[in-house]
T-cell receptor
């Protein structure tokens, strides 16, 4: 019974397409995140939601739009995909916005834009 | 401008010995630090944390040390086991007034049987 699950695990798509990655957590956590791990292995935060409210919005292109229909779900929609969007995207959740007990991460979605 | 650095990309240690993973940071406003372990094709898993009001935190085989004056923290694993072979990330937060963690680029630990 996966705590933080993201789908799909792999996504290969052409430039210019629009795609979504879904994330769900069954831990009852209040806060959810999207992180991007690039080719240099940097893990960088993109967005954070606390109880469906956006609390962190890093400088990412506005082609990226998170949506949180409820506090157990945080989806990531990407418009007009570009080659540079190729990366592994991780969803995560934590009990509190500070993440003092650490995050629980999903297993990642490897996005390849061709 | 990488505020959290793990300067050793890889480390090999014999089973049963101590593994020491290092992490340096540049921003003195960081006040909370976490260590994560990551296996291939999985997400990072939280290991241990430390607040800047402490200089040591221990959890079983894992101990994190914080040296605020040197802006340095380290993770000690004793004794090291083959199952500890993974990539280890340190992360720091508190600098910007938001709850954003800055991650290091990771150190790949290989524990040799």
């Amino acid at each position: 019974d996966t705590a933080v699950s993201q789908t799909p695990k792999y996504l290969v798509t052409q430039m210019g397409n629009d795609k979504s990655i879904k994330c769900e957590q069954n831990l009852g956590h209040d806060t959810m995140y999207w992180y991007k791990q690039d080719s240099k292995k940097f893990l960088k935060i993109m967005f954070s939601y606390n109880n469906k409210e956006l609390i962190i919005n890093e400088t990412v292109p506005n082609r990226f739009s998170p949506k949180s229909p409820d506090k157990a779900h945080l989806n990531l929609h990407i418009n007009s995909l570009e080659l540079g969007d190729s990366a592994v995207y991780f969803c995560a959740s934590s009990q509190d916005p500070r993440g003092l007990s650490g995050y629980t991460f999903g297993s990642g979605t490897r996005l390849t834009v061709v | 401008d990488q505020q959290v650095k793990q300067n050793s990309p890889s480390l090999s240690v014999q089973e049963g010995r101590i593994s020491i993973l290092n992490c340096d940071y540049t921003n003195s406003m960081f006040d909370y630090f976490l260590w994560y372990k990551k296996y291939p094709a999985e997400g990072p898993t939280f290991l241990i944390s430390i607040s800047s009001i402490k200089d040591k935190n221990e959890d079983g085989r894992f101990t994190v040390f914080l040296n605020k004056s040197a802006k340095h923290l380290s993770l000690h694993i004793v004794p090291s086991q083959p199952g500890d072979s993974a990539v280890y990330f340190c992360a720091a937060s508190g600098a910007s007034g938001t709850y954003k963690y800055i991650f290091g680029t990771g150190t790949r630990l290989k524990v040799l049987a």
